[in-house]
């Protein structure tokens, strides 16, 4: 079973067992939809039993943990659901965790490398790839932006991805 990271909680909250949670999704309502989720590092179940937000933070409580001490040691750790309770995404569009590791070619055959970052600037996504430079072979990364004008194909299955680079994204 695939899980998908939703959150990694940065702090504790309070005295009473509540947890700051440093959201890593797009949409940070989706946690008001989640009756439990689980810790990475173990896969503990923590079931919900409020949620509520502050100053772009998820502030978690999870039933049974009613104080501090209970919830120091997960502190730095990640929340993770199973990839069957993830949000339904519109077409031709994809989980980070789904396109981490694509290799990407440019549309005249030539591999640029792999996918090892997605960044989140604000109107689109861009893809960090670690790979060579196609003019004299030394590792190099590209910024690529996540638009149809440059991303032409994407196959999850295979880890492949064709673009079609604009003047000068590549050089």
Known sequence: MEYIRVGKIVNTHGIKGDVKVLPL?????RFEKLKSVYIEDDKSCMYIERVWYSKGFVMLKF?????????????DKYIVIHEKDAIKLPEDSYFIYQIIGIRVFCTDG????EIVEVLQPGSNDVYVIKGMDINNNTEKEYLIPAVKDVVKYINIEDKKMIIEPIEGLIE
């Not at 039933?63 to 502190?75: E, F, Q, T």
């Open 25 to 29: 999704t797009d949409d940070i309502k």
């Open 63 to 75: 039933r049974g943990y009613d104080n501090i001490n209970d919830v120091l040691k997960y502190k």
């Open 110 to 113: 030539k591999e640029l490398g």
